[in-house]
């Protein structure tokens, strides 16, 4: 029994029959939290642990404090929440993302040497907790931090759903200065964490000649550089690998090598004070994102009736079955714009070529071009909470306005 | 207008602004289908055509017949439709699906080389169509073709829902001989159609060493060779390009080179004849696959009530947001078993590391390892189908039956 334990103590469990041993943490929902050699915080069965020894009290040392060169450009960071914002509790070795403006100034010095920083906590949550109203709060703070001087900001996010935020901050902001999002898969107290190396590289990034909103994060599984990702063509490929993040069917924007902190652009990045500073901060949040499957029942389309927006991730070049056919044309019908994108996540939508597609248009679908279904569903909840004519939305849906279309052409798919 | 337009005409027309030109070839729900030099058939609007110059009559020469060597190895062609199942009416120009027991040799004739072949028909549609119950008869369909002597089965199938069937397949089915499911990504009428080596490649491992369920597809952009994907672990990640199906978080099982046809498999491959035949082809229809998004309503959980199985593609290492947990308890609480996936594709879910996951756990969510979301929404069905302890799916959902699970480890991630 875990109350048996206090934080601190070495203690042996048992997780999905594979033996484990580390630091007892504390007991939450029912399961007691262990930290591993690996660094990772896991949840045991508490009926499986047995003591190996008692708190032998090493506490980690606190870092020292920091002081900022006024001679240094100055940076917004606003935070999220999110692994790379997670500090360590040095009494209990927990990882918890209270996270105060100094913190990640503490906990990744180097950054002093690249410029000195305004700090502002948005939120401390969890990525997948983000929603439409606060990328609204986001813009709306990195607007202000703009206007007010900065050279560049820096938002600290979860990995989960870095790439919808990124996203949604893209259509909702023009930006002439580098708004670079990064994250870490992997919490500070991990040997293999990547926050150092990523919030370092953002920093550098949002120095740069950028002048659009990015995603900086390990492009490779070696701590040699971060790519820059465009907001709107990046994606998360994979559950706990430090290079998870990738641009689709793009090339990277950029490039910041470590440690020499260089920073690269490619020829299509927008640049620093291309565009002028401005603020569209209206979504409409009642959007959805329905992957289809086969078999799928056409009441699930229906769960979406009074949604303003669908995107749908069809199969192949943008299909649903027949069957589903007839509820996403009621759909539309009611007022919902319908818009069709593909769960391959790689190539360009085309609805002309099959029957299902030539339905799903005589339908009213629009097709999705070849945005990612992520970047369609925040650039459909921007566009809905900024225009109500059908026939603009149609038109907006399939214009590209921050890069999230890459290729169009009527044939060549 | 196009009612003034004859088959085989040359018209010129307008497709989302961009001008073409090809052969008109019918008028279908409204829209005006012409062929252009691509190959492509596309829909435009009729309102746009205007006649270039009327049919010359060109038409194209049918192929000659074909004749089977008996003293070659049987095969079993089943076929399901889509795009390699697809003939071109030589009168019009069109592709259509309409599939005979011949066409396919006669339209790769270098078949007839490898095997001799018994041709059926199981269905003729586009595979966003496929449901659970013709996967049954699928299944039900190569048992006795199997059992008929075949040595090793051939299915054509549409590209949009191939790796779901594949998959289904693998868990329904114990196969001591190869069964290959192969498509086509551009049909036969089309100059870089991939109908032919696919199917060559697909008949050369069905006469492999291979005993189990593969996906046969083309490996690169060349034509030099097709990968064999395990059914379990492979996914279609490009809307239109030949070399779309890609192997998950392992390397393919098998390779066939072109044009030599030589099959090379893989260590891990199974062989032939490691499996006794069995078919348990009962599926569970009433489940469902979820993909989360930030700021979805927890009213998208609840379509899934009176479902048996839900799975989810979460977030990251496995999450949704905290206001929809409720929901899942409910549905779980209620009897439906929810299963726990990454919309990242790559990598294992893991729901011990963070409050949303924990929070999932104890709702009682079963973590999917690191199964694709298609191979779980199969399996799933099929468990389900086949076992009604609660206890006892949640085992077999954590356990590797088909090669679906790649790795398992407590703690490694």
Not at 193 to 220: F, K, P, Q, R, Y
């Amino acid at each position: 029994m875990s109350e048996a334990f206090s934080t601190g103590d070495i203690v042996a469990a048992s997780c999905r029959g594979h033996p484990v041993e580390g630091i007892y943490i504390t007991d939450r929902d029912g399961m007691a939290v262990v930290k591993l050699g690996s660094g990772y915080n896991i949840g045991v069965d508490p009926a499986t642990c047995t003591l190996v020894r008692k708190n032998g009290g090493t506490a980690v040392p606190a870092p020292p404090a920091v002081e900022q060169d006024e001679s240094l450009p100055g940076f917004a960071i606003i935070s999220t929440g999110g692994t790379i914002a997670s500090k360590i509790d040095y009494r209990t070795g927990a990882v918890t993302s209270q996270f105060t403006a100094d913190d990640i100034l503490r906990a990744i010095p180097g950054l002093s040497s690249i410029g000195r920083y305004r700090a502002e906590v948005l939120a401390t949550i969890l990525s997948e907790n983000m929603t439409p109203a606060i990328w609204q709060d986001l813009a709306r703070a990195i607007h202000a931090a703009i206007r007010g001087g900065a050279r560049g900001v820096i938002v600290t996010h979860g990995t989960d759903t870095m790439a919808y935020s990124a996203s949604a901050v893209s259509y909702m902001l023009d930006t002439p200065v580098p708004v670079v999002f990064v994250g870490s898969q992997r919490s500070a107290d991990r040997p293999s964490s990547d926050n150092i190396m990523n919030a370092m590289c953002a920093a550098a990034a949002a120095g740069s000649d950028l002048g659009e909103v990015a995603v900086a994060m390990h492009a490779t599984t070696n701590d040699d550089y971060c790519a820059l990702h465009r907001g709107t063509r990046v994606r998360k490929m994979h559950t706990s690998r430090r290079d998870a993040f990738q641009s689709h069917d793009m090339a990277p924007i950029g490039r910041v090598d470590f440690p020499s902190l260089q920073v690269r652009l490619a020829d299509g990045a927008v640049r620093r004070g291309a565009s002028a500073l401005a603020l569209r901060d209206r979504l409409e949040e009642r959007c959805g994102l329905l992957a289809f499957y086969p078999g799928m029942a056409a009441e699930i389309v229906r769960a979406y009736e009074g949604y303003r927006g669908l995107v749908i991730a069809g199969t192949g070049l943008g299909h649903i079955s027949t069957g589903c056919i007839g509820a996403v044309r009621d759909l539309i019908d009611a007022g919902t714009t319908v818009v069709m994108t593909s769960q391959c996540l790689h190539g360009r939508v085309c609805d002309r070529v099959y029957d299902t597609g030539r339905d799903l248009l005589a339908a009213g679908v629009v097709e999705g071009e070849d945005m990612l279904p992520e970047a369609a569903l925040t650039k459909l909840m921007w566009v809905l909470g900024n225009e109500s004519d059908p026939e603009e939305v149609r038109r907006l849906m399939a214009t590209d306005l921050k890069g999230e279309i890459v290729r169009r052409s009527a044939h060549g798919l």
